[in-house]
């Protein structure tokens, strides 16, 4: 089991950008992929983006493709979410997730392929 912790997290104005980043211990972080998804008030989890174990599939949700950027560093056991140009349709509970299986070839994008998941961090982009 994995346990993961999510932070960078905040209140920004529409237009601005955060970078999100969760931190991961307990099993060897450099063979899984790593997901981020997010939930908004009233709504289901929904992906936003994740990268395979080496970095060399990545996937984005259009709703965000070209503003956001994730990318991992598996010497310090940690996936960040880079955040740019910022919406209010943005604000949501943000979860990094671990993926199930090691050395996949691809990036996941379904909640069913991640096994571990983190408490999550709020973003609020205001208006």
């Known amino acids: 089991q994995v346990q993961l912790v999510e932070s960078g997290g905040g209140l920004v104005q529409a237009g601005g950008s955060l970078r999100l980043s969760c931190a991961a211990s307990?099993?060897?972080?450099?063979?899984?992929?790593m997901g981020w998804f997010r939930q908004a008030p009233g709504k289901e989890r929904e992906f936003v983006s994740a990268?395979?174990?080496?970095?060399?599939?990545?996937v984005y949700a259009d709703s965000v493709k070209g503003r956001f950027t994730i990318s991992r560093d598996n010497v310090n056991n940690t996936v960040y979410l880079q955040m740019d140009s910022l919406k209010p349709v943005d604000t949501a509970v943000y979860y990094c997730?671990?993926?199930?299986?090691?050395?996949?070839?691809?990036?996941?994008?379904?909640?069913?392929?991640?096994?571990?998941w983190g408490q999550g961090t709020q973003v609020t982009v205001s208006s």
């Open positions: 307990g099993r060897t972080f450099s063979r899984y992929g």
């Open positions: 990268i395979s174990w080496d970095g060399s599939s990545i």
């Open positions: 997730a671990a993926a199930t299986w090691p050395y996949a070839n691809r990036a996941f994008d379904r909640p069913t392929d991640f096994g571990s």
